[in-house]
């Protein structure tokens, strides 16, 4: 039983308690975080829904097993700041997974008292108390951690793969080095995400946390090009993560896709969130006309749509498959639908038309309707024939997935790699000895908290290899053998 713990009675029959977020007025013109958090009071409701179950199966879904229950039973007896520090044993990051982390499909999925009464809003009361300990001043990491003397690992990609692994194997005394390309630190946290979904001062705080700890941080560095692995190792470095996301955009593959207005979500949301080209004097602006169509049903699709409404555009997400196949969080997609963003499902574009200037003008699609279950374990759009209709659009938007950033795999062809995905065992080990891999690279397109998982794998594997003898290179799933 938790020393703090004090009883409560849990009532899982109490509502529900609702997230409250900026009006949809407002937040169709402004960047400001549209979530508002909870308060005092709705916290103390929603935490007394938990159960406290014996065997709590939200901590086993949750991929970082965070221990849920000893979280919400500190909430639910007034104890925010002992909440984050129990968080904080095993994540680092509570502002960001609170945020942006999928629930419904973890941790919330699995939470007992979900099919009847609907879970326990667990996202919501973790990011309330990742932010009662920042209004606090609190100290998150536990315990005091003296500045790392161990072998030197070296993590690339700053993303949230990268991050629990520096969490991890700081903690373990090793001295952590993060390589980043771009010149801001957070993979995709802080090139995709928007801030009206992840306050940037938060992802910076967390991100500030590791290097607290010791983690040193290089950014504008490029593994495979400023420096390859090879050179990491002679540096010193016993053993690399690569931890390099999924940044290559897929592309529509359709007549028109060159012309001006036409952009992929990668390089549309790049530039709107880190070179801020939302703003009227930005170097590298932007610009939406007055109807933008965005390809896609993932929440790169959601953060494009809702950017380009806030930039003044009337917008329409078409998906070629329904609804309930959408891959986005659910919060983001009802929080689009506020918005007034709307959706035409069961669509596909099949060519883009312009003008004599080369600007997108027209974009022609094709009814779809649901067939067999493909290997995504949604069922398949399959086109209907006949029915292409025209719509007039001024910007156009592919937001239909990514593949892996093949810089430094292309320049090291030890690394076995399957469609572009580098390969790897349960323990993130790669076909090169002491290289591990893990989040997007090896996943394709994810989430936060898998990517995390991978990371702290890699991690637990790194320190089993580090600490023990010599490691040699790792015994890979067979059909990708030799
Ligand atoms: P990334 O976050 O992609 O980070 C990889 C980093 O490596 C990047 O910073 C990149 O610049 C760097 N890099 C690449 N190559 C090199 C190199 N050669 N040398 C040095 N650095 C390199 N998931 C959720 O759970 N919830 C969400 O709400 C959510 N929203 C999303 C919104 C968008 C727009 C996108 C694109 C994805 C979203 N996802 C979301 C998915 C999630 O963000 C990813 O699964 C996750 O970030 C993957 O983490 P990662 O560490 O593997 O890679």
Sequence with gaps: MDAKALPYKPNPKLPRQVLPVLQPEVRAKSADEVALGFAER???????????CPKPACVNACPLHIDIKRFISRLAQGDPEGAVDVISEQ???????GRVCQHELFCEDACLIGKKFGPVAIG??????ADHARLAKKTLTPGAFPAPTGKKVALVGSGPASLIAAFDLVRKNYRVTVFEALHKLGGVLAYGIPNFRLPREILHEEIARLQNMGVEFVTSFIVGKTASLEE???EGFEAVFIGTGAGLPFMLGIPGENLIGVYTANEFLTRINLMEAYKADAVTPVRVGKRTIVVGGGNSAMDAARWAKRMGSETIVLFRRGRAEMRARLEEIEHAEEEGIQFHFLAAPVALY???SGTVREIECIEMRLGEVDSSGRPSP????????????????????????????????QLITKRGK??????????MALVYAGGDVVRGGSTVILAMRDGRAAAEAIDKALSGGPAAAAELPAEVQG
């Design 382 to 413: 399959v086109p209907i024939p006949g029915s292409e209709f025209r719509l007039e659009v001024d910007t156009v938007v592919a937001a239909i997935g990514q593949a892996p950033n093949p810089t430094l795999q292309r320049v090291t062809p």
């Design 124 to 129: 919501s009361l973790e990011r309330f108390a």
């Design 91 to 97: 994540s680092p990051f509570p502002g960001v997974c």
């Design 232 to 234: 990491l190792f002679e």
């Design 354 to 356: 312009g003008d004599e």
């Design 42 to 52: 709705e916290v103390s409701v929603e935490a007394q829904r938990c159960l406290q």
């Design 422 to 431: 580098i390969v790897v065992n349960e323990a993130g080990e790669t076909s």
